[in-house]
């Protein structure tokens, strides 16, 4: 403890003698109560310049402390030590995570580039005790000038990041009637262009269906939906690629959507009209045998014949070189004839 009182005596010092432009990002209401966050602050292993700066943000990336750091060449170090406050960004005091602590991300602004940097190990997030008396869910305060990090350093590198990301709150979504709607939320978005989403019949290989503009930068939520009315047959898989203005994009996590086809035992036919490909849903009582496939126009000749292996319940037919018309798809299977509409666009 002797150290680390040494070391925020010579911080704060020095922080009486320089003072720094602090970033606008790092801006900050102090409240009744704080924990103090002191440790030695590198970048890439070198220790980083008076003028830089650590920010402490909640998990509404609601910034709850910042301090500039102060590089002292007697003893070749950079420090800081900054109060962290009691904050919620969505108003009435609510606790932000699991009951007994409350995450921090710890984000240094450096000022050489002028960039954001998080510091790639376990010292953040870091978790703060903090009080509720009567156990009613609700934060009454941190217990004041207490110190969470001390006597460490905090090694800081690239790539860069943001104070304030796209923070997706949840990404679903259900099939209904041939179609399936995808649903969103943000907490938060900064420079977010737009969605695109991007839909995979393998989990493995995504194909672009379609593009939800962003709201820029906004604090607070929005909802977003996309109708994909043209799934697969069995299961899809969709994920999100958010794109910021600059192209930096990242993608959401994956959800996967089962789209049945036609009860009754009889075959579907997906899309309907369709140009390219086709694809048949067949009852799960043919599933035992191979299949004869068929597509003929409307006097009866056949301009595609397909083998289905037994135990696939998806056949995918090419379309390429066929007219656009009206024709019938049939399984046979059999003495068993299943038929059903097709429109080649």
């Excluded at 943000?186 to 493995?204: I, K, M, P």
């Excluded at 959800?255 to 009889?266: D, L, Q, S, T, W």
Aim: proline fraction near 5%; charge should be negative; charged fraction near 15%.
């Amino acid at each position: 403890m002797l150290r680390t009182a040494f070391i925020l005596m010579i911080i704060f010092a020095f922080s009486v003698s320089v003072s720094w432009a602090q970033p606008a990002e790092f801006a900050y209401s102090s409240s009744g109560s704080s924990y103090i966050f002191s440790s030695r602050i590198q970048f890439g292993g070198v220790p980083a310049q008076t003028g830089d700066w650590i920010g402490a943000f909640d998990f509404d990336y609601n910034c709850a402390g910042a301090a500039q750091v102060i590089y002292n060449g007697t003893f070749g170090i950079a420090l800081t030590a900054l109060n962290v406050y009691a904050k919620d960004g969505f108003g009435g005091g609510e606790i932000d995570c699991t009951p007994g602590c409350e995450p921090f991300t710890l984000i240094y602004w450096r000022m050489a580039d002028g960039l954001f940097y998080q510091v790639p190990n376990a010292s953040s997030p870091v978790s703060i005790p903090y009080v509720d008396g009567n156990n009613d869910g609700f934060i009454d305060g941190y217990s004041t000038f207490q110190a969470i990090l001390s006597g460490v350093t905090l090694n800081f590198n690239g790539p860069p990041t943001s104070v304030l990301p796209v923070e997706l709150l949840y990404f679903t979504g259900r099939a209904k009637d041939s179609e399936v709607t995808l649903q969103w939320a943000t907490a938060t978005e900064l420079d977010n262009s737009h969605f695109e989403v991007e839909r995979s019949a393998d989990g493995r290989e995504y194909e672009f269906i379609g593009k939800v503009q962003g709201a820029g930068t906004h604090q607070g939520l929005l909802e977003y939906d996309f109708t994909d009315d043209q799934p697969h047959l069995g299961l899809n898989y969709y994920r999100l690629r958010q794109v910021d203005f600059d192209g930096a994009f990242e993608y959401s996590n994956v959800v996967a959507i089962e789209v049945e086809g036609k009860a009754g035992g009889g075959i579907s036919v997906f899309p309907n009209p369709a140009s390219n490909q086709v694809e048949v849903g067949l009852p799960a009582q043919l599933l035992d045998q191979a299949l004869d496939i068929t597509i003929r126009d409307l006097s009866g000749k056949i301009v595609l014949r397909h083998r289905q292996p037994a135990g696939q319940r998806i056949a995918q037919l090419p379309l390429e070189g066929i007219p656009s018309g009206y024709y019938t798809v049939n399984v046979q299977a059999g003495s068993r004839l299943l038929t059903e509409k097709l429109i080649v666009e």
